[in-house]
């Protein structure tokens, strides 16, 4: 610790000295941690800055145990309170043990040993000072006596003197060595620590015996004996973390340290975090995995966030002991979404006027035709429910219908707007195709979360708010969706009886007061998300574990849900959360679905798209004829193996409502067979297939490509 004013001259120069004042070097003071407050002052976390030494806090003399300074003063400076700063019987009887070359105990005070933490020129080099060198710390430390007092030194030097390894002052050797704070250091360990400061590095056997020493002038003896039996334990205690440091959010904590270091903020992080609720969210995290890991469930991540301002209220990123992984932070760990991405497309859906909650989807099997082959998607328990409106479908998570909002919007669309969201999706939405809607996709639970908040929040986009006070990052929010179809979202996802087919009435995610929420589980079963708001919050909950193993007999209501309902609840507890009124232009109005498809209800529009009377799309016109084999863009290639003549395609047809004997197949124009299903000879090329009707109505085209065979040149 070099203190630039303080500039010591050699000993013969007439120049005086300047040093800090006391209270500059116990401002200046740094621990090797960064600390990190919650928004009451309470201590959350620390982050390791420094790496080339352990600083604790600067520890006030009267925190620190009279017998760790009873053994500091008999070990280094036994006449502290009656020399000035040099201590000249100590000095003479030194130099005359050195002249005759008996006894190695050299006469620098505390006074003289601090000068030399403070100015880096007065610091004994490798081969020990000289004589000018030493007289110049002589005199700087009688001038530092008359600036300071007995009590400034002795608080000083035991808060910056060198202990043991990469251990400084008093406050990281009582807690890491000792596990105690510096008050309650007991004789045999003030010892121990004392003997340290003559060997930082010395063996066990020499620091015992120092230490012993130290023991006998003290009137203590009798603790000598045990020594020995603690002496390797606490010698080896060097690298353990510092006792009584919070730890109750470390994954947050490095998450605020990054940020402040972005911003430019040194010292003490102050964030928005609230341990109180931080301290409830990990409880119930660590309640609800105990004796889960028969189910594979060891891993879980929350975070809660403000509507309102999108700060960080709590922010755990692992279940902590129960965990198999604990320093992973699951909160920013990126995972498949699965169905938590369906709001975003439907409010999307709902703003491009392709649908309104009153809107029938056909759940119904789906066969959808990609450049890989058939998607086929499935719902969650493998039954289909028929004509369903966009609210029971979104409510009750329906897979099917999702994908066929998808086919309206388009993947590209989405992925664009889900990137706009924050969302970490790093490929463009050709490459998930359909099942994009279904969360192919891979995000992270801040990020999700904080989407979520978007909807909360009128359809506003910012950056999670981390630090007190910090701008908002980003700008101003970013309207990513209209506050109208923000709010009919949320209205859908607060629905217990269009969640009622999939969830039932009662189940984790109902609440007592408003709320929505919706739940997502990714493939083969890795991951179990739930997500939702009140008027006041949005909670964000994943679990699953580290391993990325398939759960067993674990949904969004048994996995994730009673977690996000015990932290919802626990946050409206004093407080309540009424449903945000519309925006005004939301058009309210009685529907009637006909043949009884649904029961009668009052349905929220977008402006221009209310209806009254809703019935399927297959009373008014006939279902779509369409080609099944081939699909569009499908890349074929002759097999060697084969004779030529032998290698057909397969044409299959979807007849819709024309009569299957009416159907032509043409290939580049020619007529090559007719029927619902047919077979072709593969010609080399890429070929435009029509299916049509008798009359030469088009009814659906694909576009194929077929491959010769590679040929192979002649060797010469």
């Not at 009584?244 to 040194?266: E, N, Y």
């Not at 497309?345 to 709902?350: D, H, R």
């Not at 996000?564 to 004093?574: G, I």
């Amino acid at each position: 610790m070099a203190w630039l004013p303080f500039v010591s001259e050699p000993a013969r120069a007439a120049a005086p000295l300047f040093f800090p004042s006391f209270e500059q070097v116990r401002a200046g003071h740094q621990p090797s941690d960064q600390w990190v407050f919650d928004r009451h002052g309470a201590m959350v976390g620390a982050v390791r800055q420094d790496y080339a030494e352990r600083r604790g806090a600067w520890v006030p003399l009267g925190d620190i145990s009279p017998a760790m300074q009873r053994a500091v003063l008999l070990s280094e400076d036994r006449h502290f309170y009656e020399h000035g700063g040099v201590d000249w019987p100590a000095l003479m009887a030194a130099g005359w043990n050195w002249a005759w070359g008996s006894g190695s105990r050299g006469a620098s005070t505390l006074s003289m040993q601090l000068v030399g933490m403070l100015a880096p020129e007065l610091l004994r080099p490798a081969g020990g000072r000289g004589l000018e060198q030493k007289l110049a710390q002589m005199r700087s430390a009688r001038l530092l006596e008359s600036g300071w007092s007995k009590a400034q030194i002795l608080e000083a030097y035991l808060n910056l003197a060198a202990f043991r390894g990469e251990l400084r002052g008093i406050d990281a050797v009582s807690r890491v060595m000792f596990g105690k704070h510096p008050h309650g250091l007991d004789q045999r360990e003030s010892a121990v620590a004392a003997a340290l400061l003559r060997g930082p590095n010395a063996g066990a056997g020499r620091v015992t015996a120092r230490a012993c020493a130290l023991l006998r002038d003290g009137g203590a003896a009798q603790f000598c004996q045990t020594l020995p039996d603690d002496m390797g334990a606490w010698l080896a205690a060097t690298a353990r973390p510092a006792a009584d440091v919070p730890a109750l959010a470390p994954h947050f904590s490095r998450l605020a340290v990054a940020r402040a270091s972005q911003a430019g903020t040194a010292g003490a992080v102050r964030t928005t975090l609230d341990a109180r609720l931080q301290r409830l969210v990990l409880e119930s995290v660590q309640r609800h995995l105990a004796g889960m890991g028969h189910a594979q469930l060891t891993d879980a991540a929350v975070v809660v966030l403000s509507n309102e301002t999108a700060e960080i209220l709590a922010y755990v990123g692992s279940s902590g002991h129960v965990s198999a992984a604990d320093q992973v932070d699951h909160a920013r760990a990126r995972r498949q979404a699965g169905s938590t991405l369906k709001p975003f497309l439907y409010a999307q859906a709902l703003e491009f006027r392709y649908l309104t909650a009153a809107s029938l989807l056909e759940d119904a099997p789906l066969d959808v035709a990609t450049a890989g082959g058939l998607y086929i998607p499935q719902n969650y328990d493998r039954s289909h429910a028929g004509w369903v409106s966009v609210r029971s479908a979104l409510a009750s998570s329906l897979n099917i219908p999702a994908v066929r909002v998808l086919m309206l919007v388009g993947p590209e669309r989405f992925a664009q707007r889900l990137r706009s969201l924050g969302l970490p999706l790093l490929h463009d939405g050709e490459y998930y195709g359909y099942s994009l809607s279904l969360g192919s996709a891979d995000v992270d639970l801040l990020s999700l979360t904080n989407a979520y908040r978007t909807l909360a929040d009128q359809g506003r986009w910012r950056l999670p708010v981390i630090l007190q006070g910090e701008s908002p990052a980003g700008g101003p929010p970013a309207q990513r969706f209209s506050p109208q179809a923000s709010w009919i979202v949320g209205d859908m996802l607060s629905d217990r009886r269009a969640r009622a087919r999939t969830f039932g009435l009662e189940s984790a995610l109902a609440t007592r007061f408003w709320s929505a929420v919706k739940t997502g589980t990714s493939k083969d079963m890795r991951d179990n998300w739930a997500l939702g708001w009140s008027s006041d919050y949005t909670v964000g909950v994943w679990v699953g574990n580290s391993q990325g193993l398939s759960m067993r007999d674990v949904s969004g209501v048994s996995g994730a849900g009673p977690i996000w309902h015990e932290v919802m609840s626990a946050l409206h507890e004093h407080r309540a959360s009424a449903q945000p009124l519309p925006p005004p232009d939301v058009e309210r109005r009685q529907v009637v679905f006909e043949q009884n498809l649904e029961a009668s209800r009052m349905e929220y529009f977008l402006p221009g798209t209310a209806v009254s009377r809703i019935e399927p799309a297959f009373t008014r016109s006939a279902p779509r004829s369409r080609i099944l084999s081939p699909s569009k863009g499908t890349v074929i290639a002759f097999d060697p193996d084969m004779p030529a003549a032998h290698q057909q395609l397969v044409l299959r047809a979807d007849a819709g409502g024309v009569a299957p004997e009416l159907l032509r197949w043409h290939i580049e124009g020619r007529h090559v067979a007719d029927g619902q299903a047919s077979r072709w000879p593969l010609s080399v090329g890429r070929h435009r297939i029509v299916l049509s009707t008798a009359e030469g109505v088009v009814l659906d085209e694909v576009t194929i490509q077929v491959r010769g065979l590679p040929r192979l040149s002649g060797g010469g």
